[in-house]
Every structure is written in C-alpha cells, then in structure tokens.
C-alpha cells in the first residue's frame, strides 16, 4: 500500500512540469541565448516551444517503448525496482534541471 501511494505521488511530478515546459524553456533558455520569444512563434526561435516539443516527443518515445518493459519488469520483479529507478531519475532530472545547455539537449535527442 505505501509503496503504491509514493510510485503515485512520484509519477504526478511529470506532470506538474508537462504544463511548465514551454514558459520554463523560455525563462531558462532565453536568458542564455538572448533569444526575442515575443516576435516569432517557431520552434527553432522559441526556446520554450523547443523544450515543450522535446518533452512531447521524448515522452510518446518512453511511453511506446519503455511501457511494455516496465511491465514486465513489474510483474517480474515486483514495484520496489520501479520505484527505486524512478527515484533515481527524479534524482538525476533535479541535479541535471539547472543546466541550460542546448548542446546537452542534441546529444540526447537521438
């Protein structure tokens, strides 16, 4: 019972971020590229619509692979390894968060 109510908790955390993707991208992106957000709406000028994209496409990728995996790592396994990878995701997402690096974007997005 506790371990599903944290796995429940932990998964709202996406979520939260889902709707702060683009104004996050363009408060962390554009002072770092000096990017104008407010004169073009293109994905390649708006850094916010850049990073609301990226979470869109990595999200479909994760969830059209990675769904059937985890499912049978759950059932084989049981909920305490998908708890401890999704701690240690949040983990890694909250040290990693305050990096405005597009060039670590690229090397991501295969």
Same mark, same amino acid.
């Given at each position: 019972m506790i371990v599903s109510l944290l796995f429940i908790l932990g998964s709202l955390a996406p979520f939260v971020y889902l709707t702060?993707? !683009? *104004?996050?991208?363009?408060? +962390?992106?554009?002072?770092?590229?000096?990017?104008?957000?407010?004169?073009?709406s293109s994905p390649d000028s708006d850094p916010g619509l850049r990073l609301?994209?990226?979470?869109?496409? !990595?999200?479909?990728?994760?969830?059209?692979?990675?769904? *059937? !995996?985890?499912?049978? +790592? !759950?059932?084989?396994?049981?909920m305490i390894p998908l708890l401890i990878s999704s701690t240690l995701a949040l983990g890694i997402l909250t040290v990693l968060c305050p990096i405005a690096s597009w060039p670590v974007r690229d090397v991501l997005n295969l």
């Open positions: 702060l993707a !683009v *104004p996050l991208g363009r408060e +962390i992106f554009s002072s770092s590229t000096g990017a104008d957000t407010t004169s073009s609301g994209d990226l979470y869109n496409e !990595v999200n479909s990728v994760l969830g059209v692979l990675l769904g *059937p !995996v985890l499912g049978f +790592i !759950v059932d084989r396994a049981g």
